[in-house]
């Protein structure tokens, strides 16, 4: 890979071990995706910022890197972390977590990465179209790329910081145009009705295709939101993080092959998702975190009822939705519910706060929940998870 | 009167991070998740059901095919050089970002390209990350 004389001396260690190791990690991996050269970035999305995936290890790393003086170049931001410090009553009560978190949390800032912690900071500032980006996480990269029209490649928690640093990224994969092209024409041959099927579609073809790039057809009117899950659930059970949903795109794709999704592969792969139909202890909508309109949706289906005693409902968004949702987020915890900020169910301590069945609406929650949070899943619809929270 | 080759084999792979490294071969068969897979505190191997379970990472050139799982395994193997219970080198047959980046800020040297069922455990080598080649020593 090429670099320039200001790139080298980086390499080199001229501004310190910070700089030279991010600059090693670029290199490093544009040598092994062949890239070309190093390419200017819009802004870095940072992921490992939960103690409970992180762990003690990856502090080390940071406070090296803080003490050396590393900054961010570029505009960043960061994934959620464990715990909501503004709503401690309903988190985890162990005070080690606690302090450690609070110490990842404060490496990051240091840095200069914004303490918004949020898996959808395309709520906070939507890139331009054509911008070039280096984010981790895989539902915010599938969406830039998918939705928001930005370009990253699916980087992990280390390039994409090291990336921030540089404010560059290495010329591959996705940034490049000819990388960008559909590979398989998915026909989906039945009506998707909500969010939930949108996502139970994503985990099927996801589960089909690895890493190939899908074109939808047969996706009618679809919102960003739906999309949102539908590519969410994609990234997690394949490797995807780009597709098109093709409302506007030429019949032009005579050429690919195809996958036809039906309504019994769809069933199947809704069915997949539930692993109990005991009652849920908690409801949980916001994975990916919740849009002004998905709080606003919940708060019209849950205005004058009640969260049922003994059941939690928790609606996770980034801190800047909940700001400018205020008037949702009240009617929203008058019922009962509770509007979570910087964290989400995935990433918090579930099992020690006492849930043992989750209800939700994200199929990528109900994929990941049974592994990282070892509880048992009932995957429906939003409608159905407000319904079951609450009292008749 | 021909000098005597210092070494028994000279594989030949590509270097991936830079440094000269000797030390006792630890080889496995199978892919490696550094996050769930390996005690940070220890370095010893955790994964079930994993050909290298028990083992321990410290000080070893340790060869397997690749890595798998999260990014925050490179973490995990920077935590573990750190603490002196890490492996002395990397040799896989493919290079994987998570590896990659983890023998980058950890600092051990690694090659790729390497056929690893061609070492043994137990095996004396020496990893050349800056020519990519592995040298076997002396047979374990």
Not at chain 1, 268 to 283: G, H, K, Q, V
Not at chain 1, 338 to 364: H, P, Q
Not at chain 2, 43 to 52: A, F, Q, R, S, Y
Request: aromatic share 6%; proline share 4%.
């Amino acid at each position: 890979m090429y670099l320039n004389k200001e790139e080298e001396r980086i390499y080199e260690g001229e501004r310190g071990w910070a700089y030279q190791i991010a600059m090693k990690i670029l290199v490093k991996l544009g040598d092994l995706y062949e890239a070309d050269k190093l390419i200017l970035i819009d802004s870095a999305h940072i992921s490992g910022v939960s103690y409970k995936t992180i762990g003690d290890t990856a502090i080390e790393f940071l406070e090296a890197l803080v003490k050396a003086g590393a900054k961010s170049k570029v505009r960043s931001t960061a994934n959620p972390a464990g715990i909501d410090y503004n709503h401690l009553e309903e988190m985890v009560t162990l005070p080690k977590l606690h302090e450690r978190q609070a110490r990842i949390i404060e490496l990051y800032e240091s840095m200069g990465i914004n303490p918004i912690l949020t898996c959808t900071p395309y709520y906070l500032r939507r890139p331009r179209e054509g911008t070039h980006l280096a984010w981790a996480e895989s539902s915010t990269v599938i969406y830039a790329n998918s939705i928001l029209h930005s370009w990253t490649n699916r980087e992990g928690g280390p390039s994409a910081l090291a990336a921030s640093l540089i404010g560059k990224t290495p010329n591959y994969g996705v940034h490049k145009s000819e990388n960008r092209r559909a590979d398989v024409l998915v026909k989906v041959e039945t009506d998707l009705k909500n969010e939930a099927e949108f996502g139970a579609l994503g985990i099927h073809v996801g589960r089909i295709l690895k890493n190939e790039i899908p074109s939808f057809e047969g996706l009618l009117h679809p919102e960003e939101n739906q999309l949102k899950h539908l590519g969410a659930a994609m990234a997690s059970t394949g490797m995807s993080s780009l597709f098109y949903p093709c409302t506007s795109c030429p019949k032009s794709s005579d050429t690919l092959e195809t996958l036809s999704v039906d309504t019994n592969d769809l069933k199947r792969a809704f069915e997949s998702l539930s692993t109990t139909d005991e009652a849920p202890d908690m409801i949980y909508i916001g994975c990916p975190h919740c849009s002004f309109e998905e709080v606003k949706q919940v708060a019209q289906k849950i205005r004058n009822k009640k969260v049922k005693d003994g059941v939690k409902l928790w609606v996770c968004t980034s801190r800047y939705v909940r700001r400018k949702t205020e008037s949702y987020v009240k009617i929203i915890e008058a019922a009962g519910g509770k509007v979570i900020s910087d964290t989400c169910a995935v990433v918090t301590w579930l099992k020690e706060l006492g849930v043992d069945v989750l209800m939700t609406n994200s199929a990528k929650t109900a994929y990941y929940a049974p592994t990282m949070n070892r509880v048992k899943t009932i995957f429906t619809s939003l409608d159905e998870c407000i319904e079951a929270a609450c009292q008749e | 009167m021909r000098e005597k080759t210092l070494h028994i084999v000279e594989l030949k792979g590509r270097p991936i991070v830079s440094g000269l490294s000797r030390g006792k071969a630890l080889v496995s068969k199978s892919p490696l998740s550094f996050l769930g897979g390996v005690d940070p505190e220890t370095g010893k191997v955790i994964e079930k059901n994993h050909d290298l379970n028990g083992k321990i990472l410290a000080n070893t050139i340790l060869c397997f095919p690749h890595g798998h799982g999260s990014t925050v395994g490179s973490y995990v193997l920077y935590s573990l050089v750190k603490r002196g219970v890490g492996p002395k080198a990397i040799v896989n047959e493919t290079a994987d970002p998570v590896v990659v980046v983890g023998a980058v800020i950890a600092g051990i040297p690694m090659v790729d390209k390497i056929d690893v069922s061609r070492i043994r455990t137990g095996d004396l080598v020496e990893v050349d990350g800056d020519k990519g080649r592995v040298k076997i020593l002396e047979r374990g």
